[in-house]
């Protein structure tokens, strides 16, 4: 059976004033199911293309923060106390911070967790590259 999911790609941007960006991975909801989850990978290198003075250990603490509200539990503060379709809402709210999600998208699958391990994959690498995309989560904080 095919239930509705929502995803949102994670992105950080190092500098909010200029608005560039590199995904880093995608986040998706399915209410039916309960399901929430992540899949990020960070490639340092295209950060430091953007900024080469932001320091990666910083943006993996927020991926870290990010990823525990994702989850849930005492561990992430209050948030973490939410119900998953709350934590999603409160994830892909508009902010101007380094770790900000895209506009929340829509589709439907009868697998959640193999819908993620596909989008990360189709949208966790660079445009115009070719051959199979990096693993997921082979980086993630």
Do not use: K
């Amino acid at each position: 059976m095919r239930e509705l999911f929502e995803y949102a790609v994670i992105r950080i941007v190092p500098r909010v004033e200029r608005g560039e960006f590199v995904n880093v991975g995608v986040m998706l909801y399915c209410q039916r199911s309960r399901y929430l989850d992540l899949r990020c990978r960070l490639d340092e290198g295209r950060l430091g293309v953007l900024d080469p003075y932001l320091d990666p250990a910083v943006v993996v603490a927020h991926l870290a923060a990010f990823r525990a509200v994702c989850c849930g539990g005492e561990q992430a503060g209050p948030a973490g106390r939410l119900t998953a379709g709350e934590r999603f809402r409160w994830l892909t709210a508009p902010r101007s911070t380094v770790v900000q999600t895209s506009p929340v998208h829509t589709g439907l699958t009868g697998d959640p967790e193999a819908e993620l391990d596909r989008l990360a994959a189709l949208l966790g690498r660079p445009a115009g590259t070719a051959g199979p995309p990096p693993a997921p989560d082979s980086a993630t904080p």
